[in-house]
């Protein structure tokens, strides 16, 4: 795993020249990009593996309270000390990837800028980083997209010629990361061969696309939000970890804290739910009386008789109910929910109000118990956040959607980061507070599902929560139609060395 002699050479040949070679390969769009994903915050501890001269290390060290640089070169890393020595809070470190000088679980993310393809195994390399991540910490690695310039190994001591983002998609699943994205940063890396031949056309200079891929350490939250969501199942009310419904608001946002809970829900947003005093009365009581949501996601999906409706995280039924009398006559709703409890009420609840269009299923959004295509609409409602894998959630929406469906979500976002140290209590999450993602992470994994015309329309009931603002919204998005390709996201992209969809 760790990098070839000729690796090792070619950098310590360069390190005193590699800032003027590095601008013309890649510049600040890449960083700007690398650490946007990040969703730094300034109490974090992170490393810059493959460092290099600082480039990426520059632009953290301002932004969190400690950065380790690491690299395999000792010529690159005295230039770095040079490059960087306005900076107190930066350590530096003399490894490579196979063996990175930090304890499990103890940084906040890492991040990996032109390193792995230098990597004989990539996919030990990116199982190292994630080891030395904390759980709920990210992973961030920037690098070029496969191509075709073969002058690069000889030359550069390349080892790999890019990657395909399909396989950095896989890459970063098996090492255990999820929400994983794999995005365009907005730039090409550009490099000219010193002795170019023929092998070398269709062009004699390499423009290549550069990747960002991002993903986060997984923190097992779900036997923890089953418990507390079967409890309140089981009570008939919410329970202090979700105060309980009022016609106002739903579990995930109390209306009056101390009701339940006391003092230790005072800066719990209260989130409204959305729904209309009609709707309320013509939903089974037993459903309405346990609304843990924190919208209506029906508001405005615009469902029609006839078809098929599936509610993720469908709990007590309420949603359900809603969406059944909207698609009467010859439409159907499935619910799914991984709770007995909650299937065991909403089974009840469908049998004494003679409800027949509607089955409650048990299942996780991570895998929905529905065929490929089956339904015409997709609901959740204050759901979605509970899970940690909300990317594998809207990857196994778009598998259930028809071509030309619908997605209609309800859920609690946040303004930006959470502290991981209130991401790591299982309470919160059951509050439907630290298991929010920031909103453009949210609406990226949706986009890198497939889905197209996502449009978000924000609650104006929100609270704060450690300095973030945390507040629901009702987001739309559509599978594309039968007659339009699905955009390849997921795939390798057309043409590497033409820029690609960096442009």
């Not at 960083?31 to 300034?42: C, G, M, S």
């Not at 992170?46 to 001269?53: C, P």
């Not at 109390?254 to 209260?270: D, K, V, Y």
């Not at 709770?339 to 089955?359: G, I, P």
Request: net charge negative; proline share 6%.
């Amino acid at each position: 795993m760790s990098m070839t002699q000729a690796s090792s050479e070619y950098f310590e040949r360069v390190a005193g020249r590699w800032d003027e070679i590095r601008a013309g390969y890649f510049g600040e769009a890449v960083r700007q990009t690398a650490i946007a994903k990040a969703y730094l915050r300034p109490e974090m501890a992170v490393a810059d593996v493959g460092a290099g001269t600082g480039f990426i290390a520059a632009g953290l060290a301002p932004l969190v309270k400690r950065v380790y640089v690491v690299d395999g070169s000792p010529a690159m890393l005295d230039v770095a000390r040079k490059n960087l020595d306005q900076f107190a809070n930066v350590e530096y470190h003399l490894a490579d990837g196979s063996g990175l000088p930090f304890p499990e679980d103890s940084l906040d993310a890492v991040f990996a800028n032109m390193y792995l393809h230098h990597m004989p195994d990539p996919a030990a390399a990116i199982a190292e980083m994630v080891r030395v991540l904390r759980p709920g910490g990210r992973l961030v690695i920037t690098d070029m997209d496969e191509h075709p310039h073969g002058w690069m190994k000889e030359e550069m001591a390349d080892i790999w010629q890019g990657f395909s983002r399909e396989q950095m998609r896989e890459w970063l699943a098996q090492a255990g990361l999820v929400n994983v994205i794999v995005d365009c940063t907005g730039q090409s890396c550009c490099a000219e061969p010193a002795a170019p031949t023929e092998g070398d056309q269709p062009a004699r200079e390499a423009k290549i696309s550069v990747f960002v891929a991002t993903g986060t350490r997984r923190m097992q939250m779900r036997e923890a939000v089953r418990e507390n969501y079967a409890g309140i199942a089981r009570s008939g009310s919410c329970s202090c970890s979700a105060p309980a419904a009022e016609s106002e608001s739903g579990c995930c946002g109390p209306s009056s804290a101390e009701n339940c809970c006391g003092e230790r829900q005072a800066q719990t947003p209260a989130l409204a739910n959305g729904y209309t005093t009609d709707e309320l009365s013509t939903a089974p009581q037993e459903a309405a009386e346990i609304s843990l949501g924190c919208g209506n996601p029906l508001a405005l999906a615009g469902l029609k008789p006839g078809e098929v409706v599936l509610d993720i995280g469908s709990g007590g039924g309420l949603d359900a109910f809603l969406a059944a009398a909207k698609v009467s006559p010859g439409g159907r709703v499935i619910g799914v929910d991984m709770t007995d409890e909650m299937l065991e009420r909403a089974r009840a609840a469908a049998q004494r109000n003679q409800v027949a269009n509607v089955e409650f299923r048990k299942g996780y959004a991570e895998e929905l118990p529905v065929a490929d295509g089956e339904v015409d609409v997709i609901i959740s409602n204050c759901v979605i956040n509970l899970t940690e894998d909300k990317g594998r959630v809207f990857r196994e929406a778009f598998r259930a959607l028809k071509p030309g469906g619908r997605l209609e979500v309800s859920d609690v976002v946040a303004g930006g980061p959470v502290p991981i140290e209130l991401r790591e209590s299982a309470e919160g999450w059951s509050e439907c507070v630290t298991g929010a993602l920031p909103e453009k992470e949210y609406l990226d994994l949706i986009a890198q599902a497939g889905f197209e015309n996502i449009v978000t329309r924000r609650s104006p009931s929100a609270g704060e929560v450690a300095g973030v603002s945390i507040y629901s919204a009702i987001i739309s998005a559509q599978k594309p139609g039968p007659y339009k390709k699905r955009p390849s996201v997921l795939s390798n992209v057309r043409s590497t060395w033409e820029g690609s969809c960096c442009g």
